[in-house]
């Protein structure tokens, strides 16, 4: 080092950062006190307008009329009603006392069944 450092050198050093230092602290203050001292306004309004109604357009997409499969519904609560009813039965399910009526639904013969053979496990369908 061609300048020996001594006391002098470090108390001008440390006031030099000292003062870099609060400038920096001050340009920071006064960028916050310029940031807060923009107004802000809020407007809020609540207005209700009669509106024109929309046109509609109804477009029936149903594959099944309702008229047509009526029956099959009407057979259907049937059914689950019949189910439901010996599902929550009290008691032994076998007894003759508690037997539901036979069901004679024409919905019960186009529901599709899987049957499976239990004797022939290669081919259980």
């Given at each position: 080092?061609?300048?020996?450092?001594?006391?002098?050198?470090?108390?001008?050093?440390?006031?030099?950062?000292?003062?870099?230092?609060?400038?920096?602290?001050?340009?920071?203050?006064?960028?916050?006190?310029?940031?807060?001292?923009?107004?802000?306004?809020?407007?809020?309004?609540?207005?209700?307008?009669?509106?024109?109604?929309?046109?509609?357009?109804?477009?029936?997409?149903?594959?099944?009329?309702?008229?047509?499969?009526?029956?099959?519904?009407?057979?259907?609560d049937r059914l689950i009603e019949a189910a439901l009813e010996r599902i929550l039965q009290p008691g032994p399910w076998n007894s003759s006392e508690n037997a539901s009526p036979p069901l004679d639904l024409e919905?019960?013969?186009?529901?599709?069944?899987?049957?499976?053979?239990?004797?022939?496990?290669?081919?259980?369908?």
């Amino acid at each position: 080092r061609i300048i020996k450092e001594g006391p002098k050198k470090k108390l001008i050093w440390f006031f030099l950062t000292l003062l870099f230092a609060s400038l920096v602290f001050w340009q920071w203050g006064i960028l916050i006190n310029t940031y807060l001292s923009y107004n802000v306004t809020s407007s809020l309004s609540i207005g209700f307008k009669t509106m024109k109604f929309p046109a509609v357009t109804v477009c029936n997409a149903n594959p099944f009329k309702y008229s047509k499969v009526k029956h099959l519904l009407n057979e259907l609560d049937r059914l689950i009603e019949a189910a439901l009813e010996r599902i929550l039965q009290p008691g032994p399910w076998n007894s003759s006392e508690n037997a539901s009526p036979p069901l004679d639904l024409e919905l019960w013969h186009q529901i599709p069944l899987v049957l499976i053979d239990e004797h022939d496990k290669n081919n259980p369908i």
